[in-house]
């Protein structure tokens, strides 16, 4: 019993049927798809990450934008984004922990 793209039998209907092949398959479909869309919320959060950190320390660093960058203007950048960073990277884990202990307690 296996399907073509828009819903029809690609094969006559011979009565058996294949179920764990077309299981599989699904699962591994299913498992792609799953690894597909982490990897795009990865790179949307890592997107976002940077899109604050940029307007952010931006704003508390450059009080007086020019052509280029001053010492001051530099170390406070850093400064501002490994803070950024760090708090990120921590609130991250203690977020994937919590939702590990919440899905262990389902199972």
């Known amino acids: ?3 073509s793209l828009f819903g029809g ?12 092949g077309e299981s599989s398959n ?4 299913k498992e792609n798809l799953q ?4 990897q795009e919320i990865a790179l949307s ?3 976002e990450l940077i899109s604050k950190i940029s ?6 660093c450059i009080l007086t934008p020019g052509s280029s ?8 950048l850093d400064q501002c984004s490994e803070k950024y960073i760090q708090a990120w ?10 939702v590990q202990s919440d899905s262990k307690g389902l199972a």
């Not at 699904?26 to 479909?29: E, G, L, P, R």
């Not at 960058?69 to 406070?76: E, F, G, I, K, Q």
């Open 1 to 3: 019993m296996a399907f």
């Open 9 to 20: 039998s690609d094969k006559k209907d011979t009565g058996a049927v294949t179920l764990s």
């Open 26 to 29: 699904a699962n591994s479909i």
């Open 35 to 38: 690894a597909q869309i982490l």
């Open 45 to 47: 959060n890592a997107t």
């Open 55 to 60: 307007n952010n320390c931006y704003e508390k």
């Open 69 to 76: 960058l001053s010492a001051a203007d530099t170390a406070c």
């Open 89 to 98: 990277n921590i609130i991250s884990r203690r977020y994937l922990a919590r």
